[in-house]
């Protein structure tokens, strides 16, 4: 059975990754991929002290957070969807729906 510090520097690592692929990337897609390995990281830490600690409120925090994630991946895909079929990129750097 491996210590909670083994599963909480793999959590860490995860979230440092999903950090570096956002501020790195242009692709929006790889954007939101990395924020979903972002949210996978705070749920492995969610049920890593949930072991530890015995309880079951880990569980319950990482159930709501891959419903939360669930519906940021339906709704950002599809304005990922809509926003390519106006301007034909998902690169970050060339949408600017926000200027006139």
């Known amino acids: ?9 793999l959590s860490g690592v995860l979230f440092f990754i999903g950090v570096a692929g956002v501020l790195t990337r242009r692709n929006a897609i790889i954007v939101f991929m990395c924020i979903e390995l972002m949210l996978n990281a705070v749920n492995l830490t969610f049920l890593a002290y949930a072991r530890f ?12 957070v891959i419903t939360v ?24 750097d060339e949408l600017n729906l926000m200027r006139w």
């Open 1 to 9: 059975m491996p210590p909670l510090n083994h599963y909480l520097a």
């Open 53 to 64: 600690l015995g309880s079951m409120t880990g569980h319950v925090f990482a159930f709501f």
């Open 69 to 92: 994630a669930a519906a940021e991946a339906a709704v950002g895909l599809a304005i990922i969807v809509a926003i390519f079929r106006n301007k034909e990129t998902v690169n970050i």
